[in-house]
T-cell receptor, first 115, second 113 residues
Framework: EAGVAQSPRYKIIEKRQSVAFWCNPISGHATLYWYQQILGQGPKLLIQFQNNGVVDDSQLPKDRFSAERLKGVDSTLKIQPAKLEDSAVYLC?????????????FGPGTRLTVL | SQQGEEDPQALSIQEGENATMNCSYKTSINNLQWYRQNSGRGLVHLILIRSNEREKHSGRLRVTLDTSKKSSSLLITASRAADTASYFCATSAGGTSYGKLTFGQGTILTVHP
C-alpha cells in the first residue's frame, strides 16, 4: 500500500515570498492533517480536513496560511508571505476517519527554510 | 500549545539495555499514543493506550498510563541501534476534538552499538 506522498521534500525561499506544499494521502483516507514541526519540538496541528471540509483550523495563522482539499483527495498548503519563523518541517498525515483510535499515517514532510 | 512534556529530553544507552521515556500532560484525555520519528523522516505510530487502560504491550514496547498523575511511560526492552530516533507522546481529548492529536516535545533516544 502506498504511503502519504508529499512534495517538494525541501524548499528554500526568501522572506515575503510565497510557497506551496502538496500532499497526496493514502487512498480511501477521509481525514487529512497538516502539521508544522519546528526544530526541537513536536508537531503542531495546523489544519484538519474531513473529506473536503475543514474540521479544525484553530491553530492556522490565517493571515498568511491557507489550505485546500479539493475533491476530498490531495491537498495543498500555502504560505503567503513567508516569515523567518515559518522555517519548519511541514508534515501531512491521513487517517481512515476522524475517530481518535484511527491511526494517523505521516508523510516524509517538506523542510522549509526561510532566509 | 504543547500538551505533553517528555522526560528526559535526551537519553543515551548501550544496545541491549532498556530505555524508559516519560510523558506528562495537563488536561483530561481519551487516549494517549506514542510515535517514533527517525532523522529526516515522518512519524510512525507505535502504540495507543486508552484512558481506561493501565498497561499495554506490543513486541518490545510496554506503555503504562496513570490518569490520576496525568502521566505515561514508554519502555523499550533490549534496545537495538535501529531504535535510535525521537519518541513523541500525543494525546487526544475526545469530545469535539475530532481525533486532533496534541504532541509533546519528544525524547531523543540514542542507542550505541
Amino acid at each position: 500500500e502506498a504511503g502519504v506522498a508529499q512534495s517538494p521534500r525541501y524548499k528554500i525561499i526568501e522572506k515575503r515570498q510565497s510557497v506551496a506544499f502538496w500532499c497526496n494521502p493514502i487512498s480511501g483516507h477521509a481525514t487529512l492533517y497538516w502539521y508544522q514541526q519546528i526544530l526541537g519540538q513536536g508537531p503542531k496541528l495546523l489544519i484538519q480536513f474531513q473529506n473536503n471540509g475543514v474540521v479544525d483550523d484553530s491553530q492556522l495563522p490565517k493571515d498568511r496560511f491557507s489550505a485546500e482539499r479539493l475533491k476530498g483527495v490531495d491537498s495543498t498548503l500555502k504560505i503567503q508571505p513567508a516569515k523567518l519563523e515559518d522555517s519548519a518541517v511541514y508534515l501531512c498525515a491521513s487517517s481512515l476517519s476522524h475517530r481518535e483510535t484511527d491511526t494517523q499515517y505521516f508523510g516524509p514532510g517538506t523542510r522549509l527554510t526561510v532566509l | 500549545s504543547q500538551q505533553g512534556e517528555e522526560d528526559p529530553q535526551a537519553l543515551s544507552i548501550q544496545e541491549g539495555e532498556n530505555a524508559t521515556m516519560n510523558c506528562s500532560y495537563k488536561t483530561s484525555i481519551n487516549n494517549l499514543q506514542w510515535y517514533r520519528q527517525n532523522s529526516g523522516r515522518g512519524l510512525v505510530h507505535l502504540i495507543l493506550i486508552r484512558s481506561n487502560e493501565r498497561e499495554k504491550h506490543s513486541g518490545r514496547l510496554r506503555v503504562t498510563l496513570d490518569t490520576s498523575k496525568k502521566s505515561s511511560s514508554l519502555l523499550i526492552t533490549a534496545s537495538r541501534a535501529a531504535d535510535t530516533a525521537s519518541y513523541f507522546c500525543a494525546t487526544s481529548a475526545g469530545g469535539t476534538s475530532y481525533g486532533k492529536l496534541t504532541f509533546g516535545q519528544g525524547t531523543i533516544l540514542t542507542v550505541h552499538p
